[in-house]
Structures are given as structure tokens and as C-alpha cells.
């Protein structure tokens, strides 16, 4: 019922702002839209996590089990100077685990997020009412698991939470790709991203 009322509301909403020529409502429109496609976002991933079961399928050469793709690219994954948070697709979306470059990058620590819930950890910034980090991230996040491919994000605008409790600005380039098992069975969604927070803000204040 939660979830019809939300697509309800979110269909009403762009109707709405369709029809609207005043320059604030469309705006108090948009942030309502914003605001929908995050909470639908947060009760799918919570409920049904990217929508299992995915499609099947049997590419050469794939792993075999869980723990074999972890030991596979686990001296990689610990490594690595890149950004890496390896997602269980179930319902919940739970992070299993960070390398050290994600959790620096991040602000965050590998035995804190391991277990949580993807979004309770990494929730849109409160202060911003078009942030729409959370319900892309889900989409890029699904469409990964329901093709069977990575699936490159434009940069996206993603504020971290710093341990005081205030967002910072961040901007980040993320690719996900989903982890199949021999039987083509997902078993986890592997997460990627760059950080071009430095890039952005630079060009941004070169415009004139």
C-alpha cells in the first residue's frame, strides 16, 4: 500500500509541475518529487532489496560461489588505491564490506558500516531538498542486477556526513556491476566510485 501511494503521489507531482508556470511552486514541486523518489527508493531497497529473483544467466568462465569471487579479487579489493563497497542485493541492501580507500574516502570505518544498511549509512543530505543520490543510486544499482552488466552513473552529487553530524559536498563518478554465481544467480553487487569532488568544484568556479 506504501508503495502505491508513493508512485501515486510521484506520478501526481510531475503532472503537476507539467501544468504549474509559477517559478515557486514549481520548485516546492520538485522538491516534492525529490522527496518521493527517495522514499521510494528506501522502502524498495528495504523490502525487496534490487528486486530478486534476477534474470539467469551462464557466461564462461563465471565463479562459482560467494566465496570464491571474494578470493578472486580480495588482494585487489584490500589493495587498491580505488574506491570499492561490495553490496548484498537482498532485501535490505546490506553492505558487506569497504577496502580502506572507501572508508577513507568516505569518512566512515569498515567495522562500523559492515552489516548496515546501505542507506542508513549513506542517507541524502537533509539540508539539500533536490538530492537525489539515494533513489539514482538504487536505479543504477537495479538496472546492474537486472541486465547483467555494470552500469556507469553520471557524476552524481552524493554530501557524506562527517562525524560531527554536518554533510560536505562531494561529487563522485560511480560504476556497478553485479557478481553472478555459475548458475547465474547474483550474489553481490560490487560498487566502484571516484571521487571528483576537486574536478567539479574547480570547473564550476571557472564558469563565468
Known sequence: MQRFILEQNLARFRKLLTEEADRNLRLTLRSMIFSTQRDLAFLNANSSGVGLPPPRFSPAGINRDG???????????????????????????????????????????????????????FPDNPDDPFADGVSNLYAS???????????????????????????????????????????????????????????????SQSRP
Open 67 to 121: 566465496h570464491h569471487v571474494v578470493s578472486q579479487f580480495q588482494r585487489e579489493f584490500e589493495n587498491s588505491p580505488h574506491l570499492y563497497l561490495v553490496l548484498n542485493p537482498r532485501p535490505g541492501l546490506h553492505i558487506i564490506d569497504v577496502n580502506d580507500a572507501y572508508a577513507r574516502a568516505t569518512m566512515t570505518t569498515r567495522a562500523v558500516v559492515a552489516g548496515e544498511r546501505m542507506f542508513d549509512v
Open 141 to 203: 544499482l537495479r538496472s546492474a542486477a537486472e541486465t547483467g552488466r555494470p552500469h556507469a552513473m553520471q557524476v552524481q552529487r552524493y554530501d557524506l556526513r562527517h562525524s560531527n553530524g554536518k554533510f560536505v559536498e562531494r561529487y563522485w563518478r560511480p560504476v556497478n556491476s553485479p557478481v553472478f554465481d555459475d548458475n547465474g544467480r547474483l550474489i553481490y553487487l560490487l560498487h566502484y566510485v571516484e571521487d571528483v569532488t576537486s574536478e567539479v568544484l574547480l570547473s
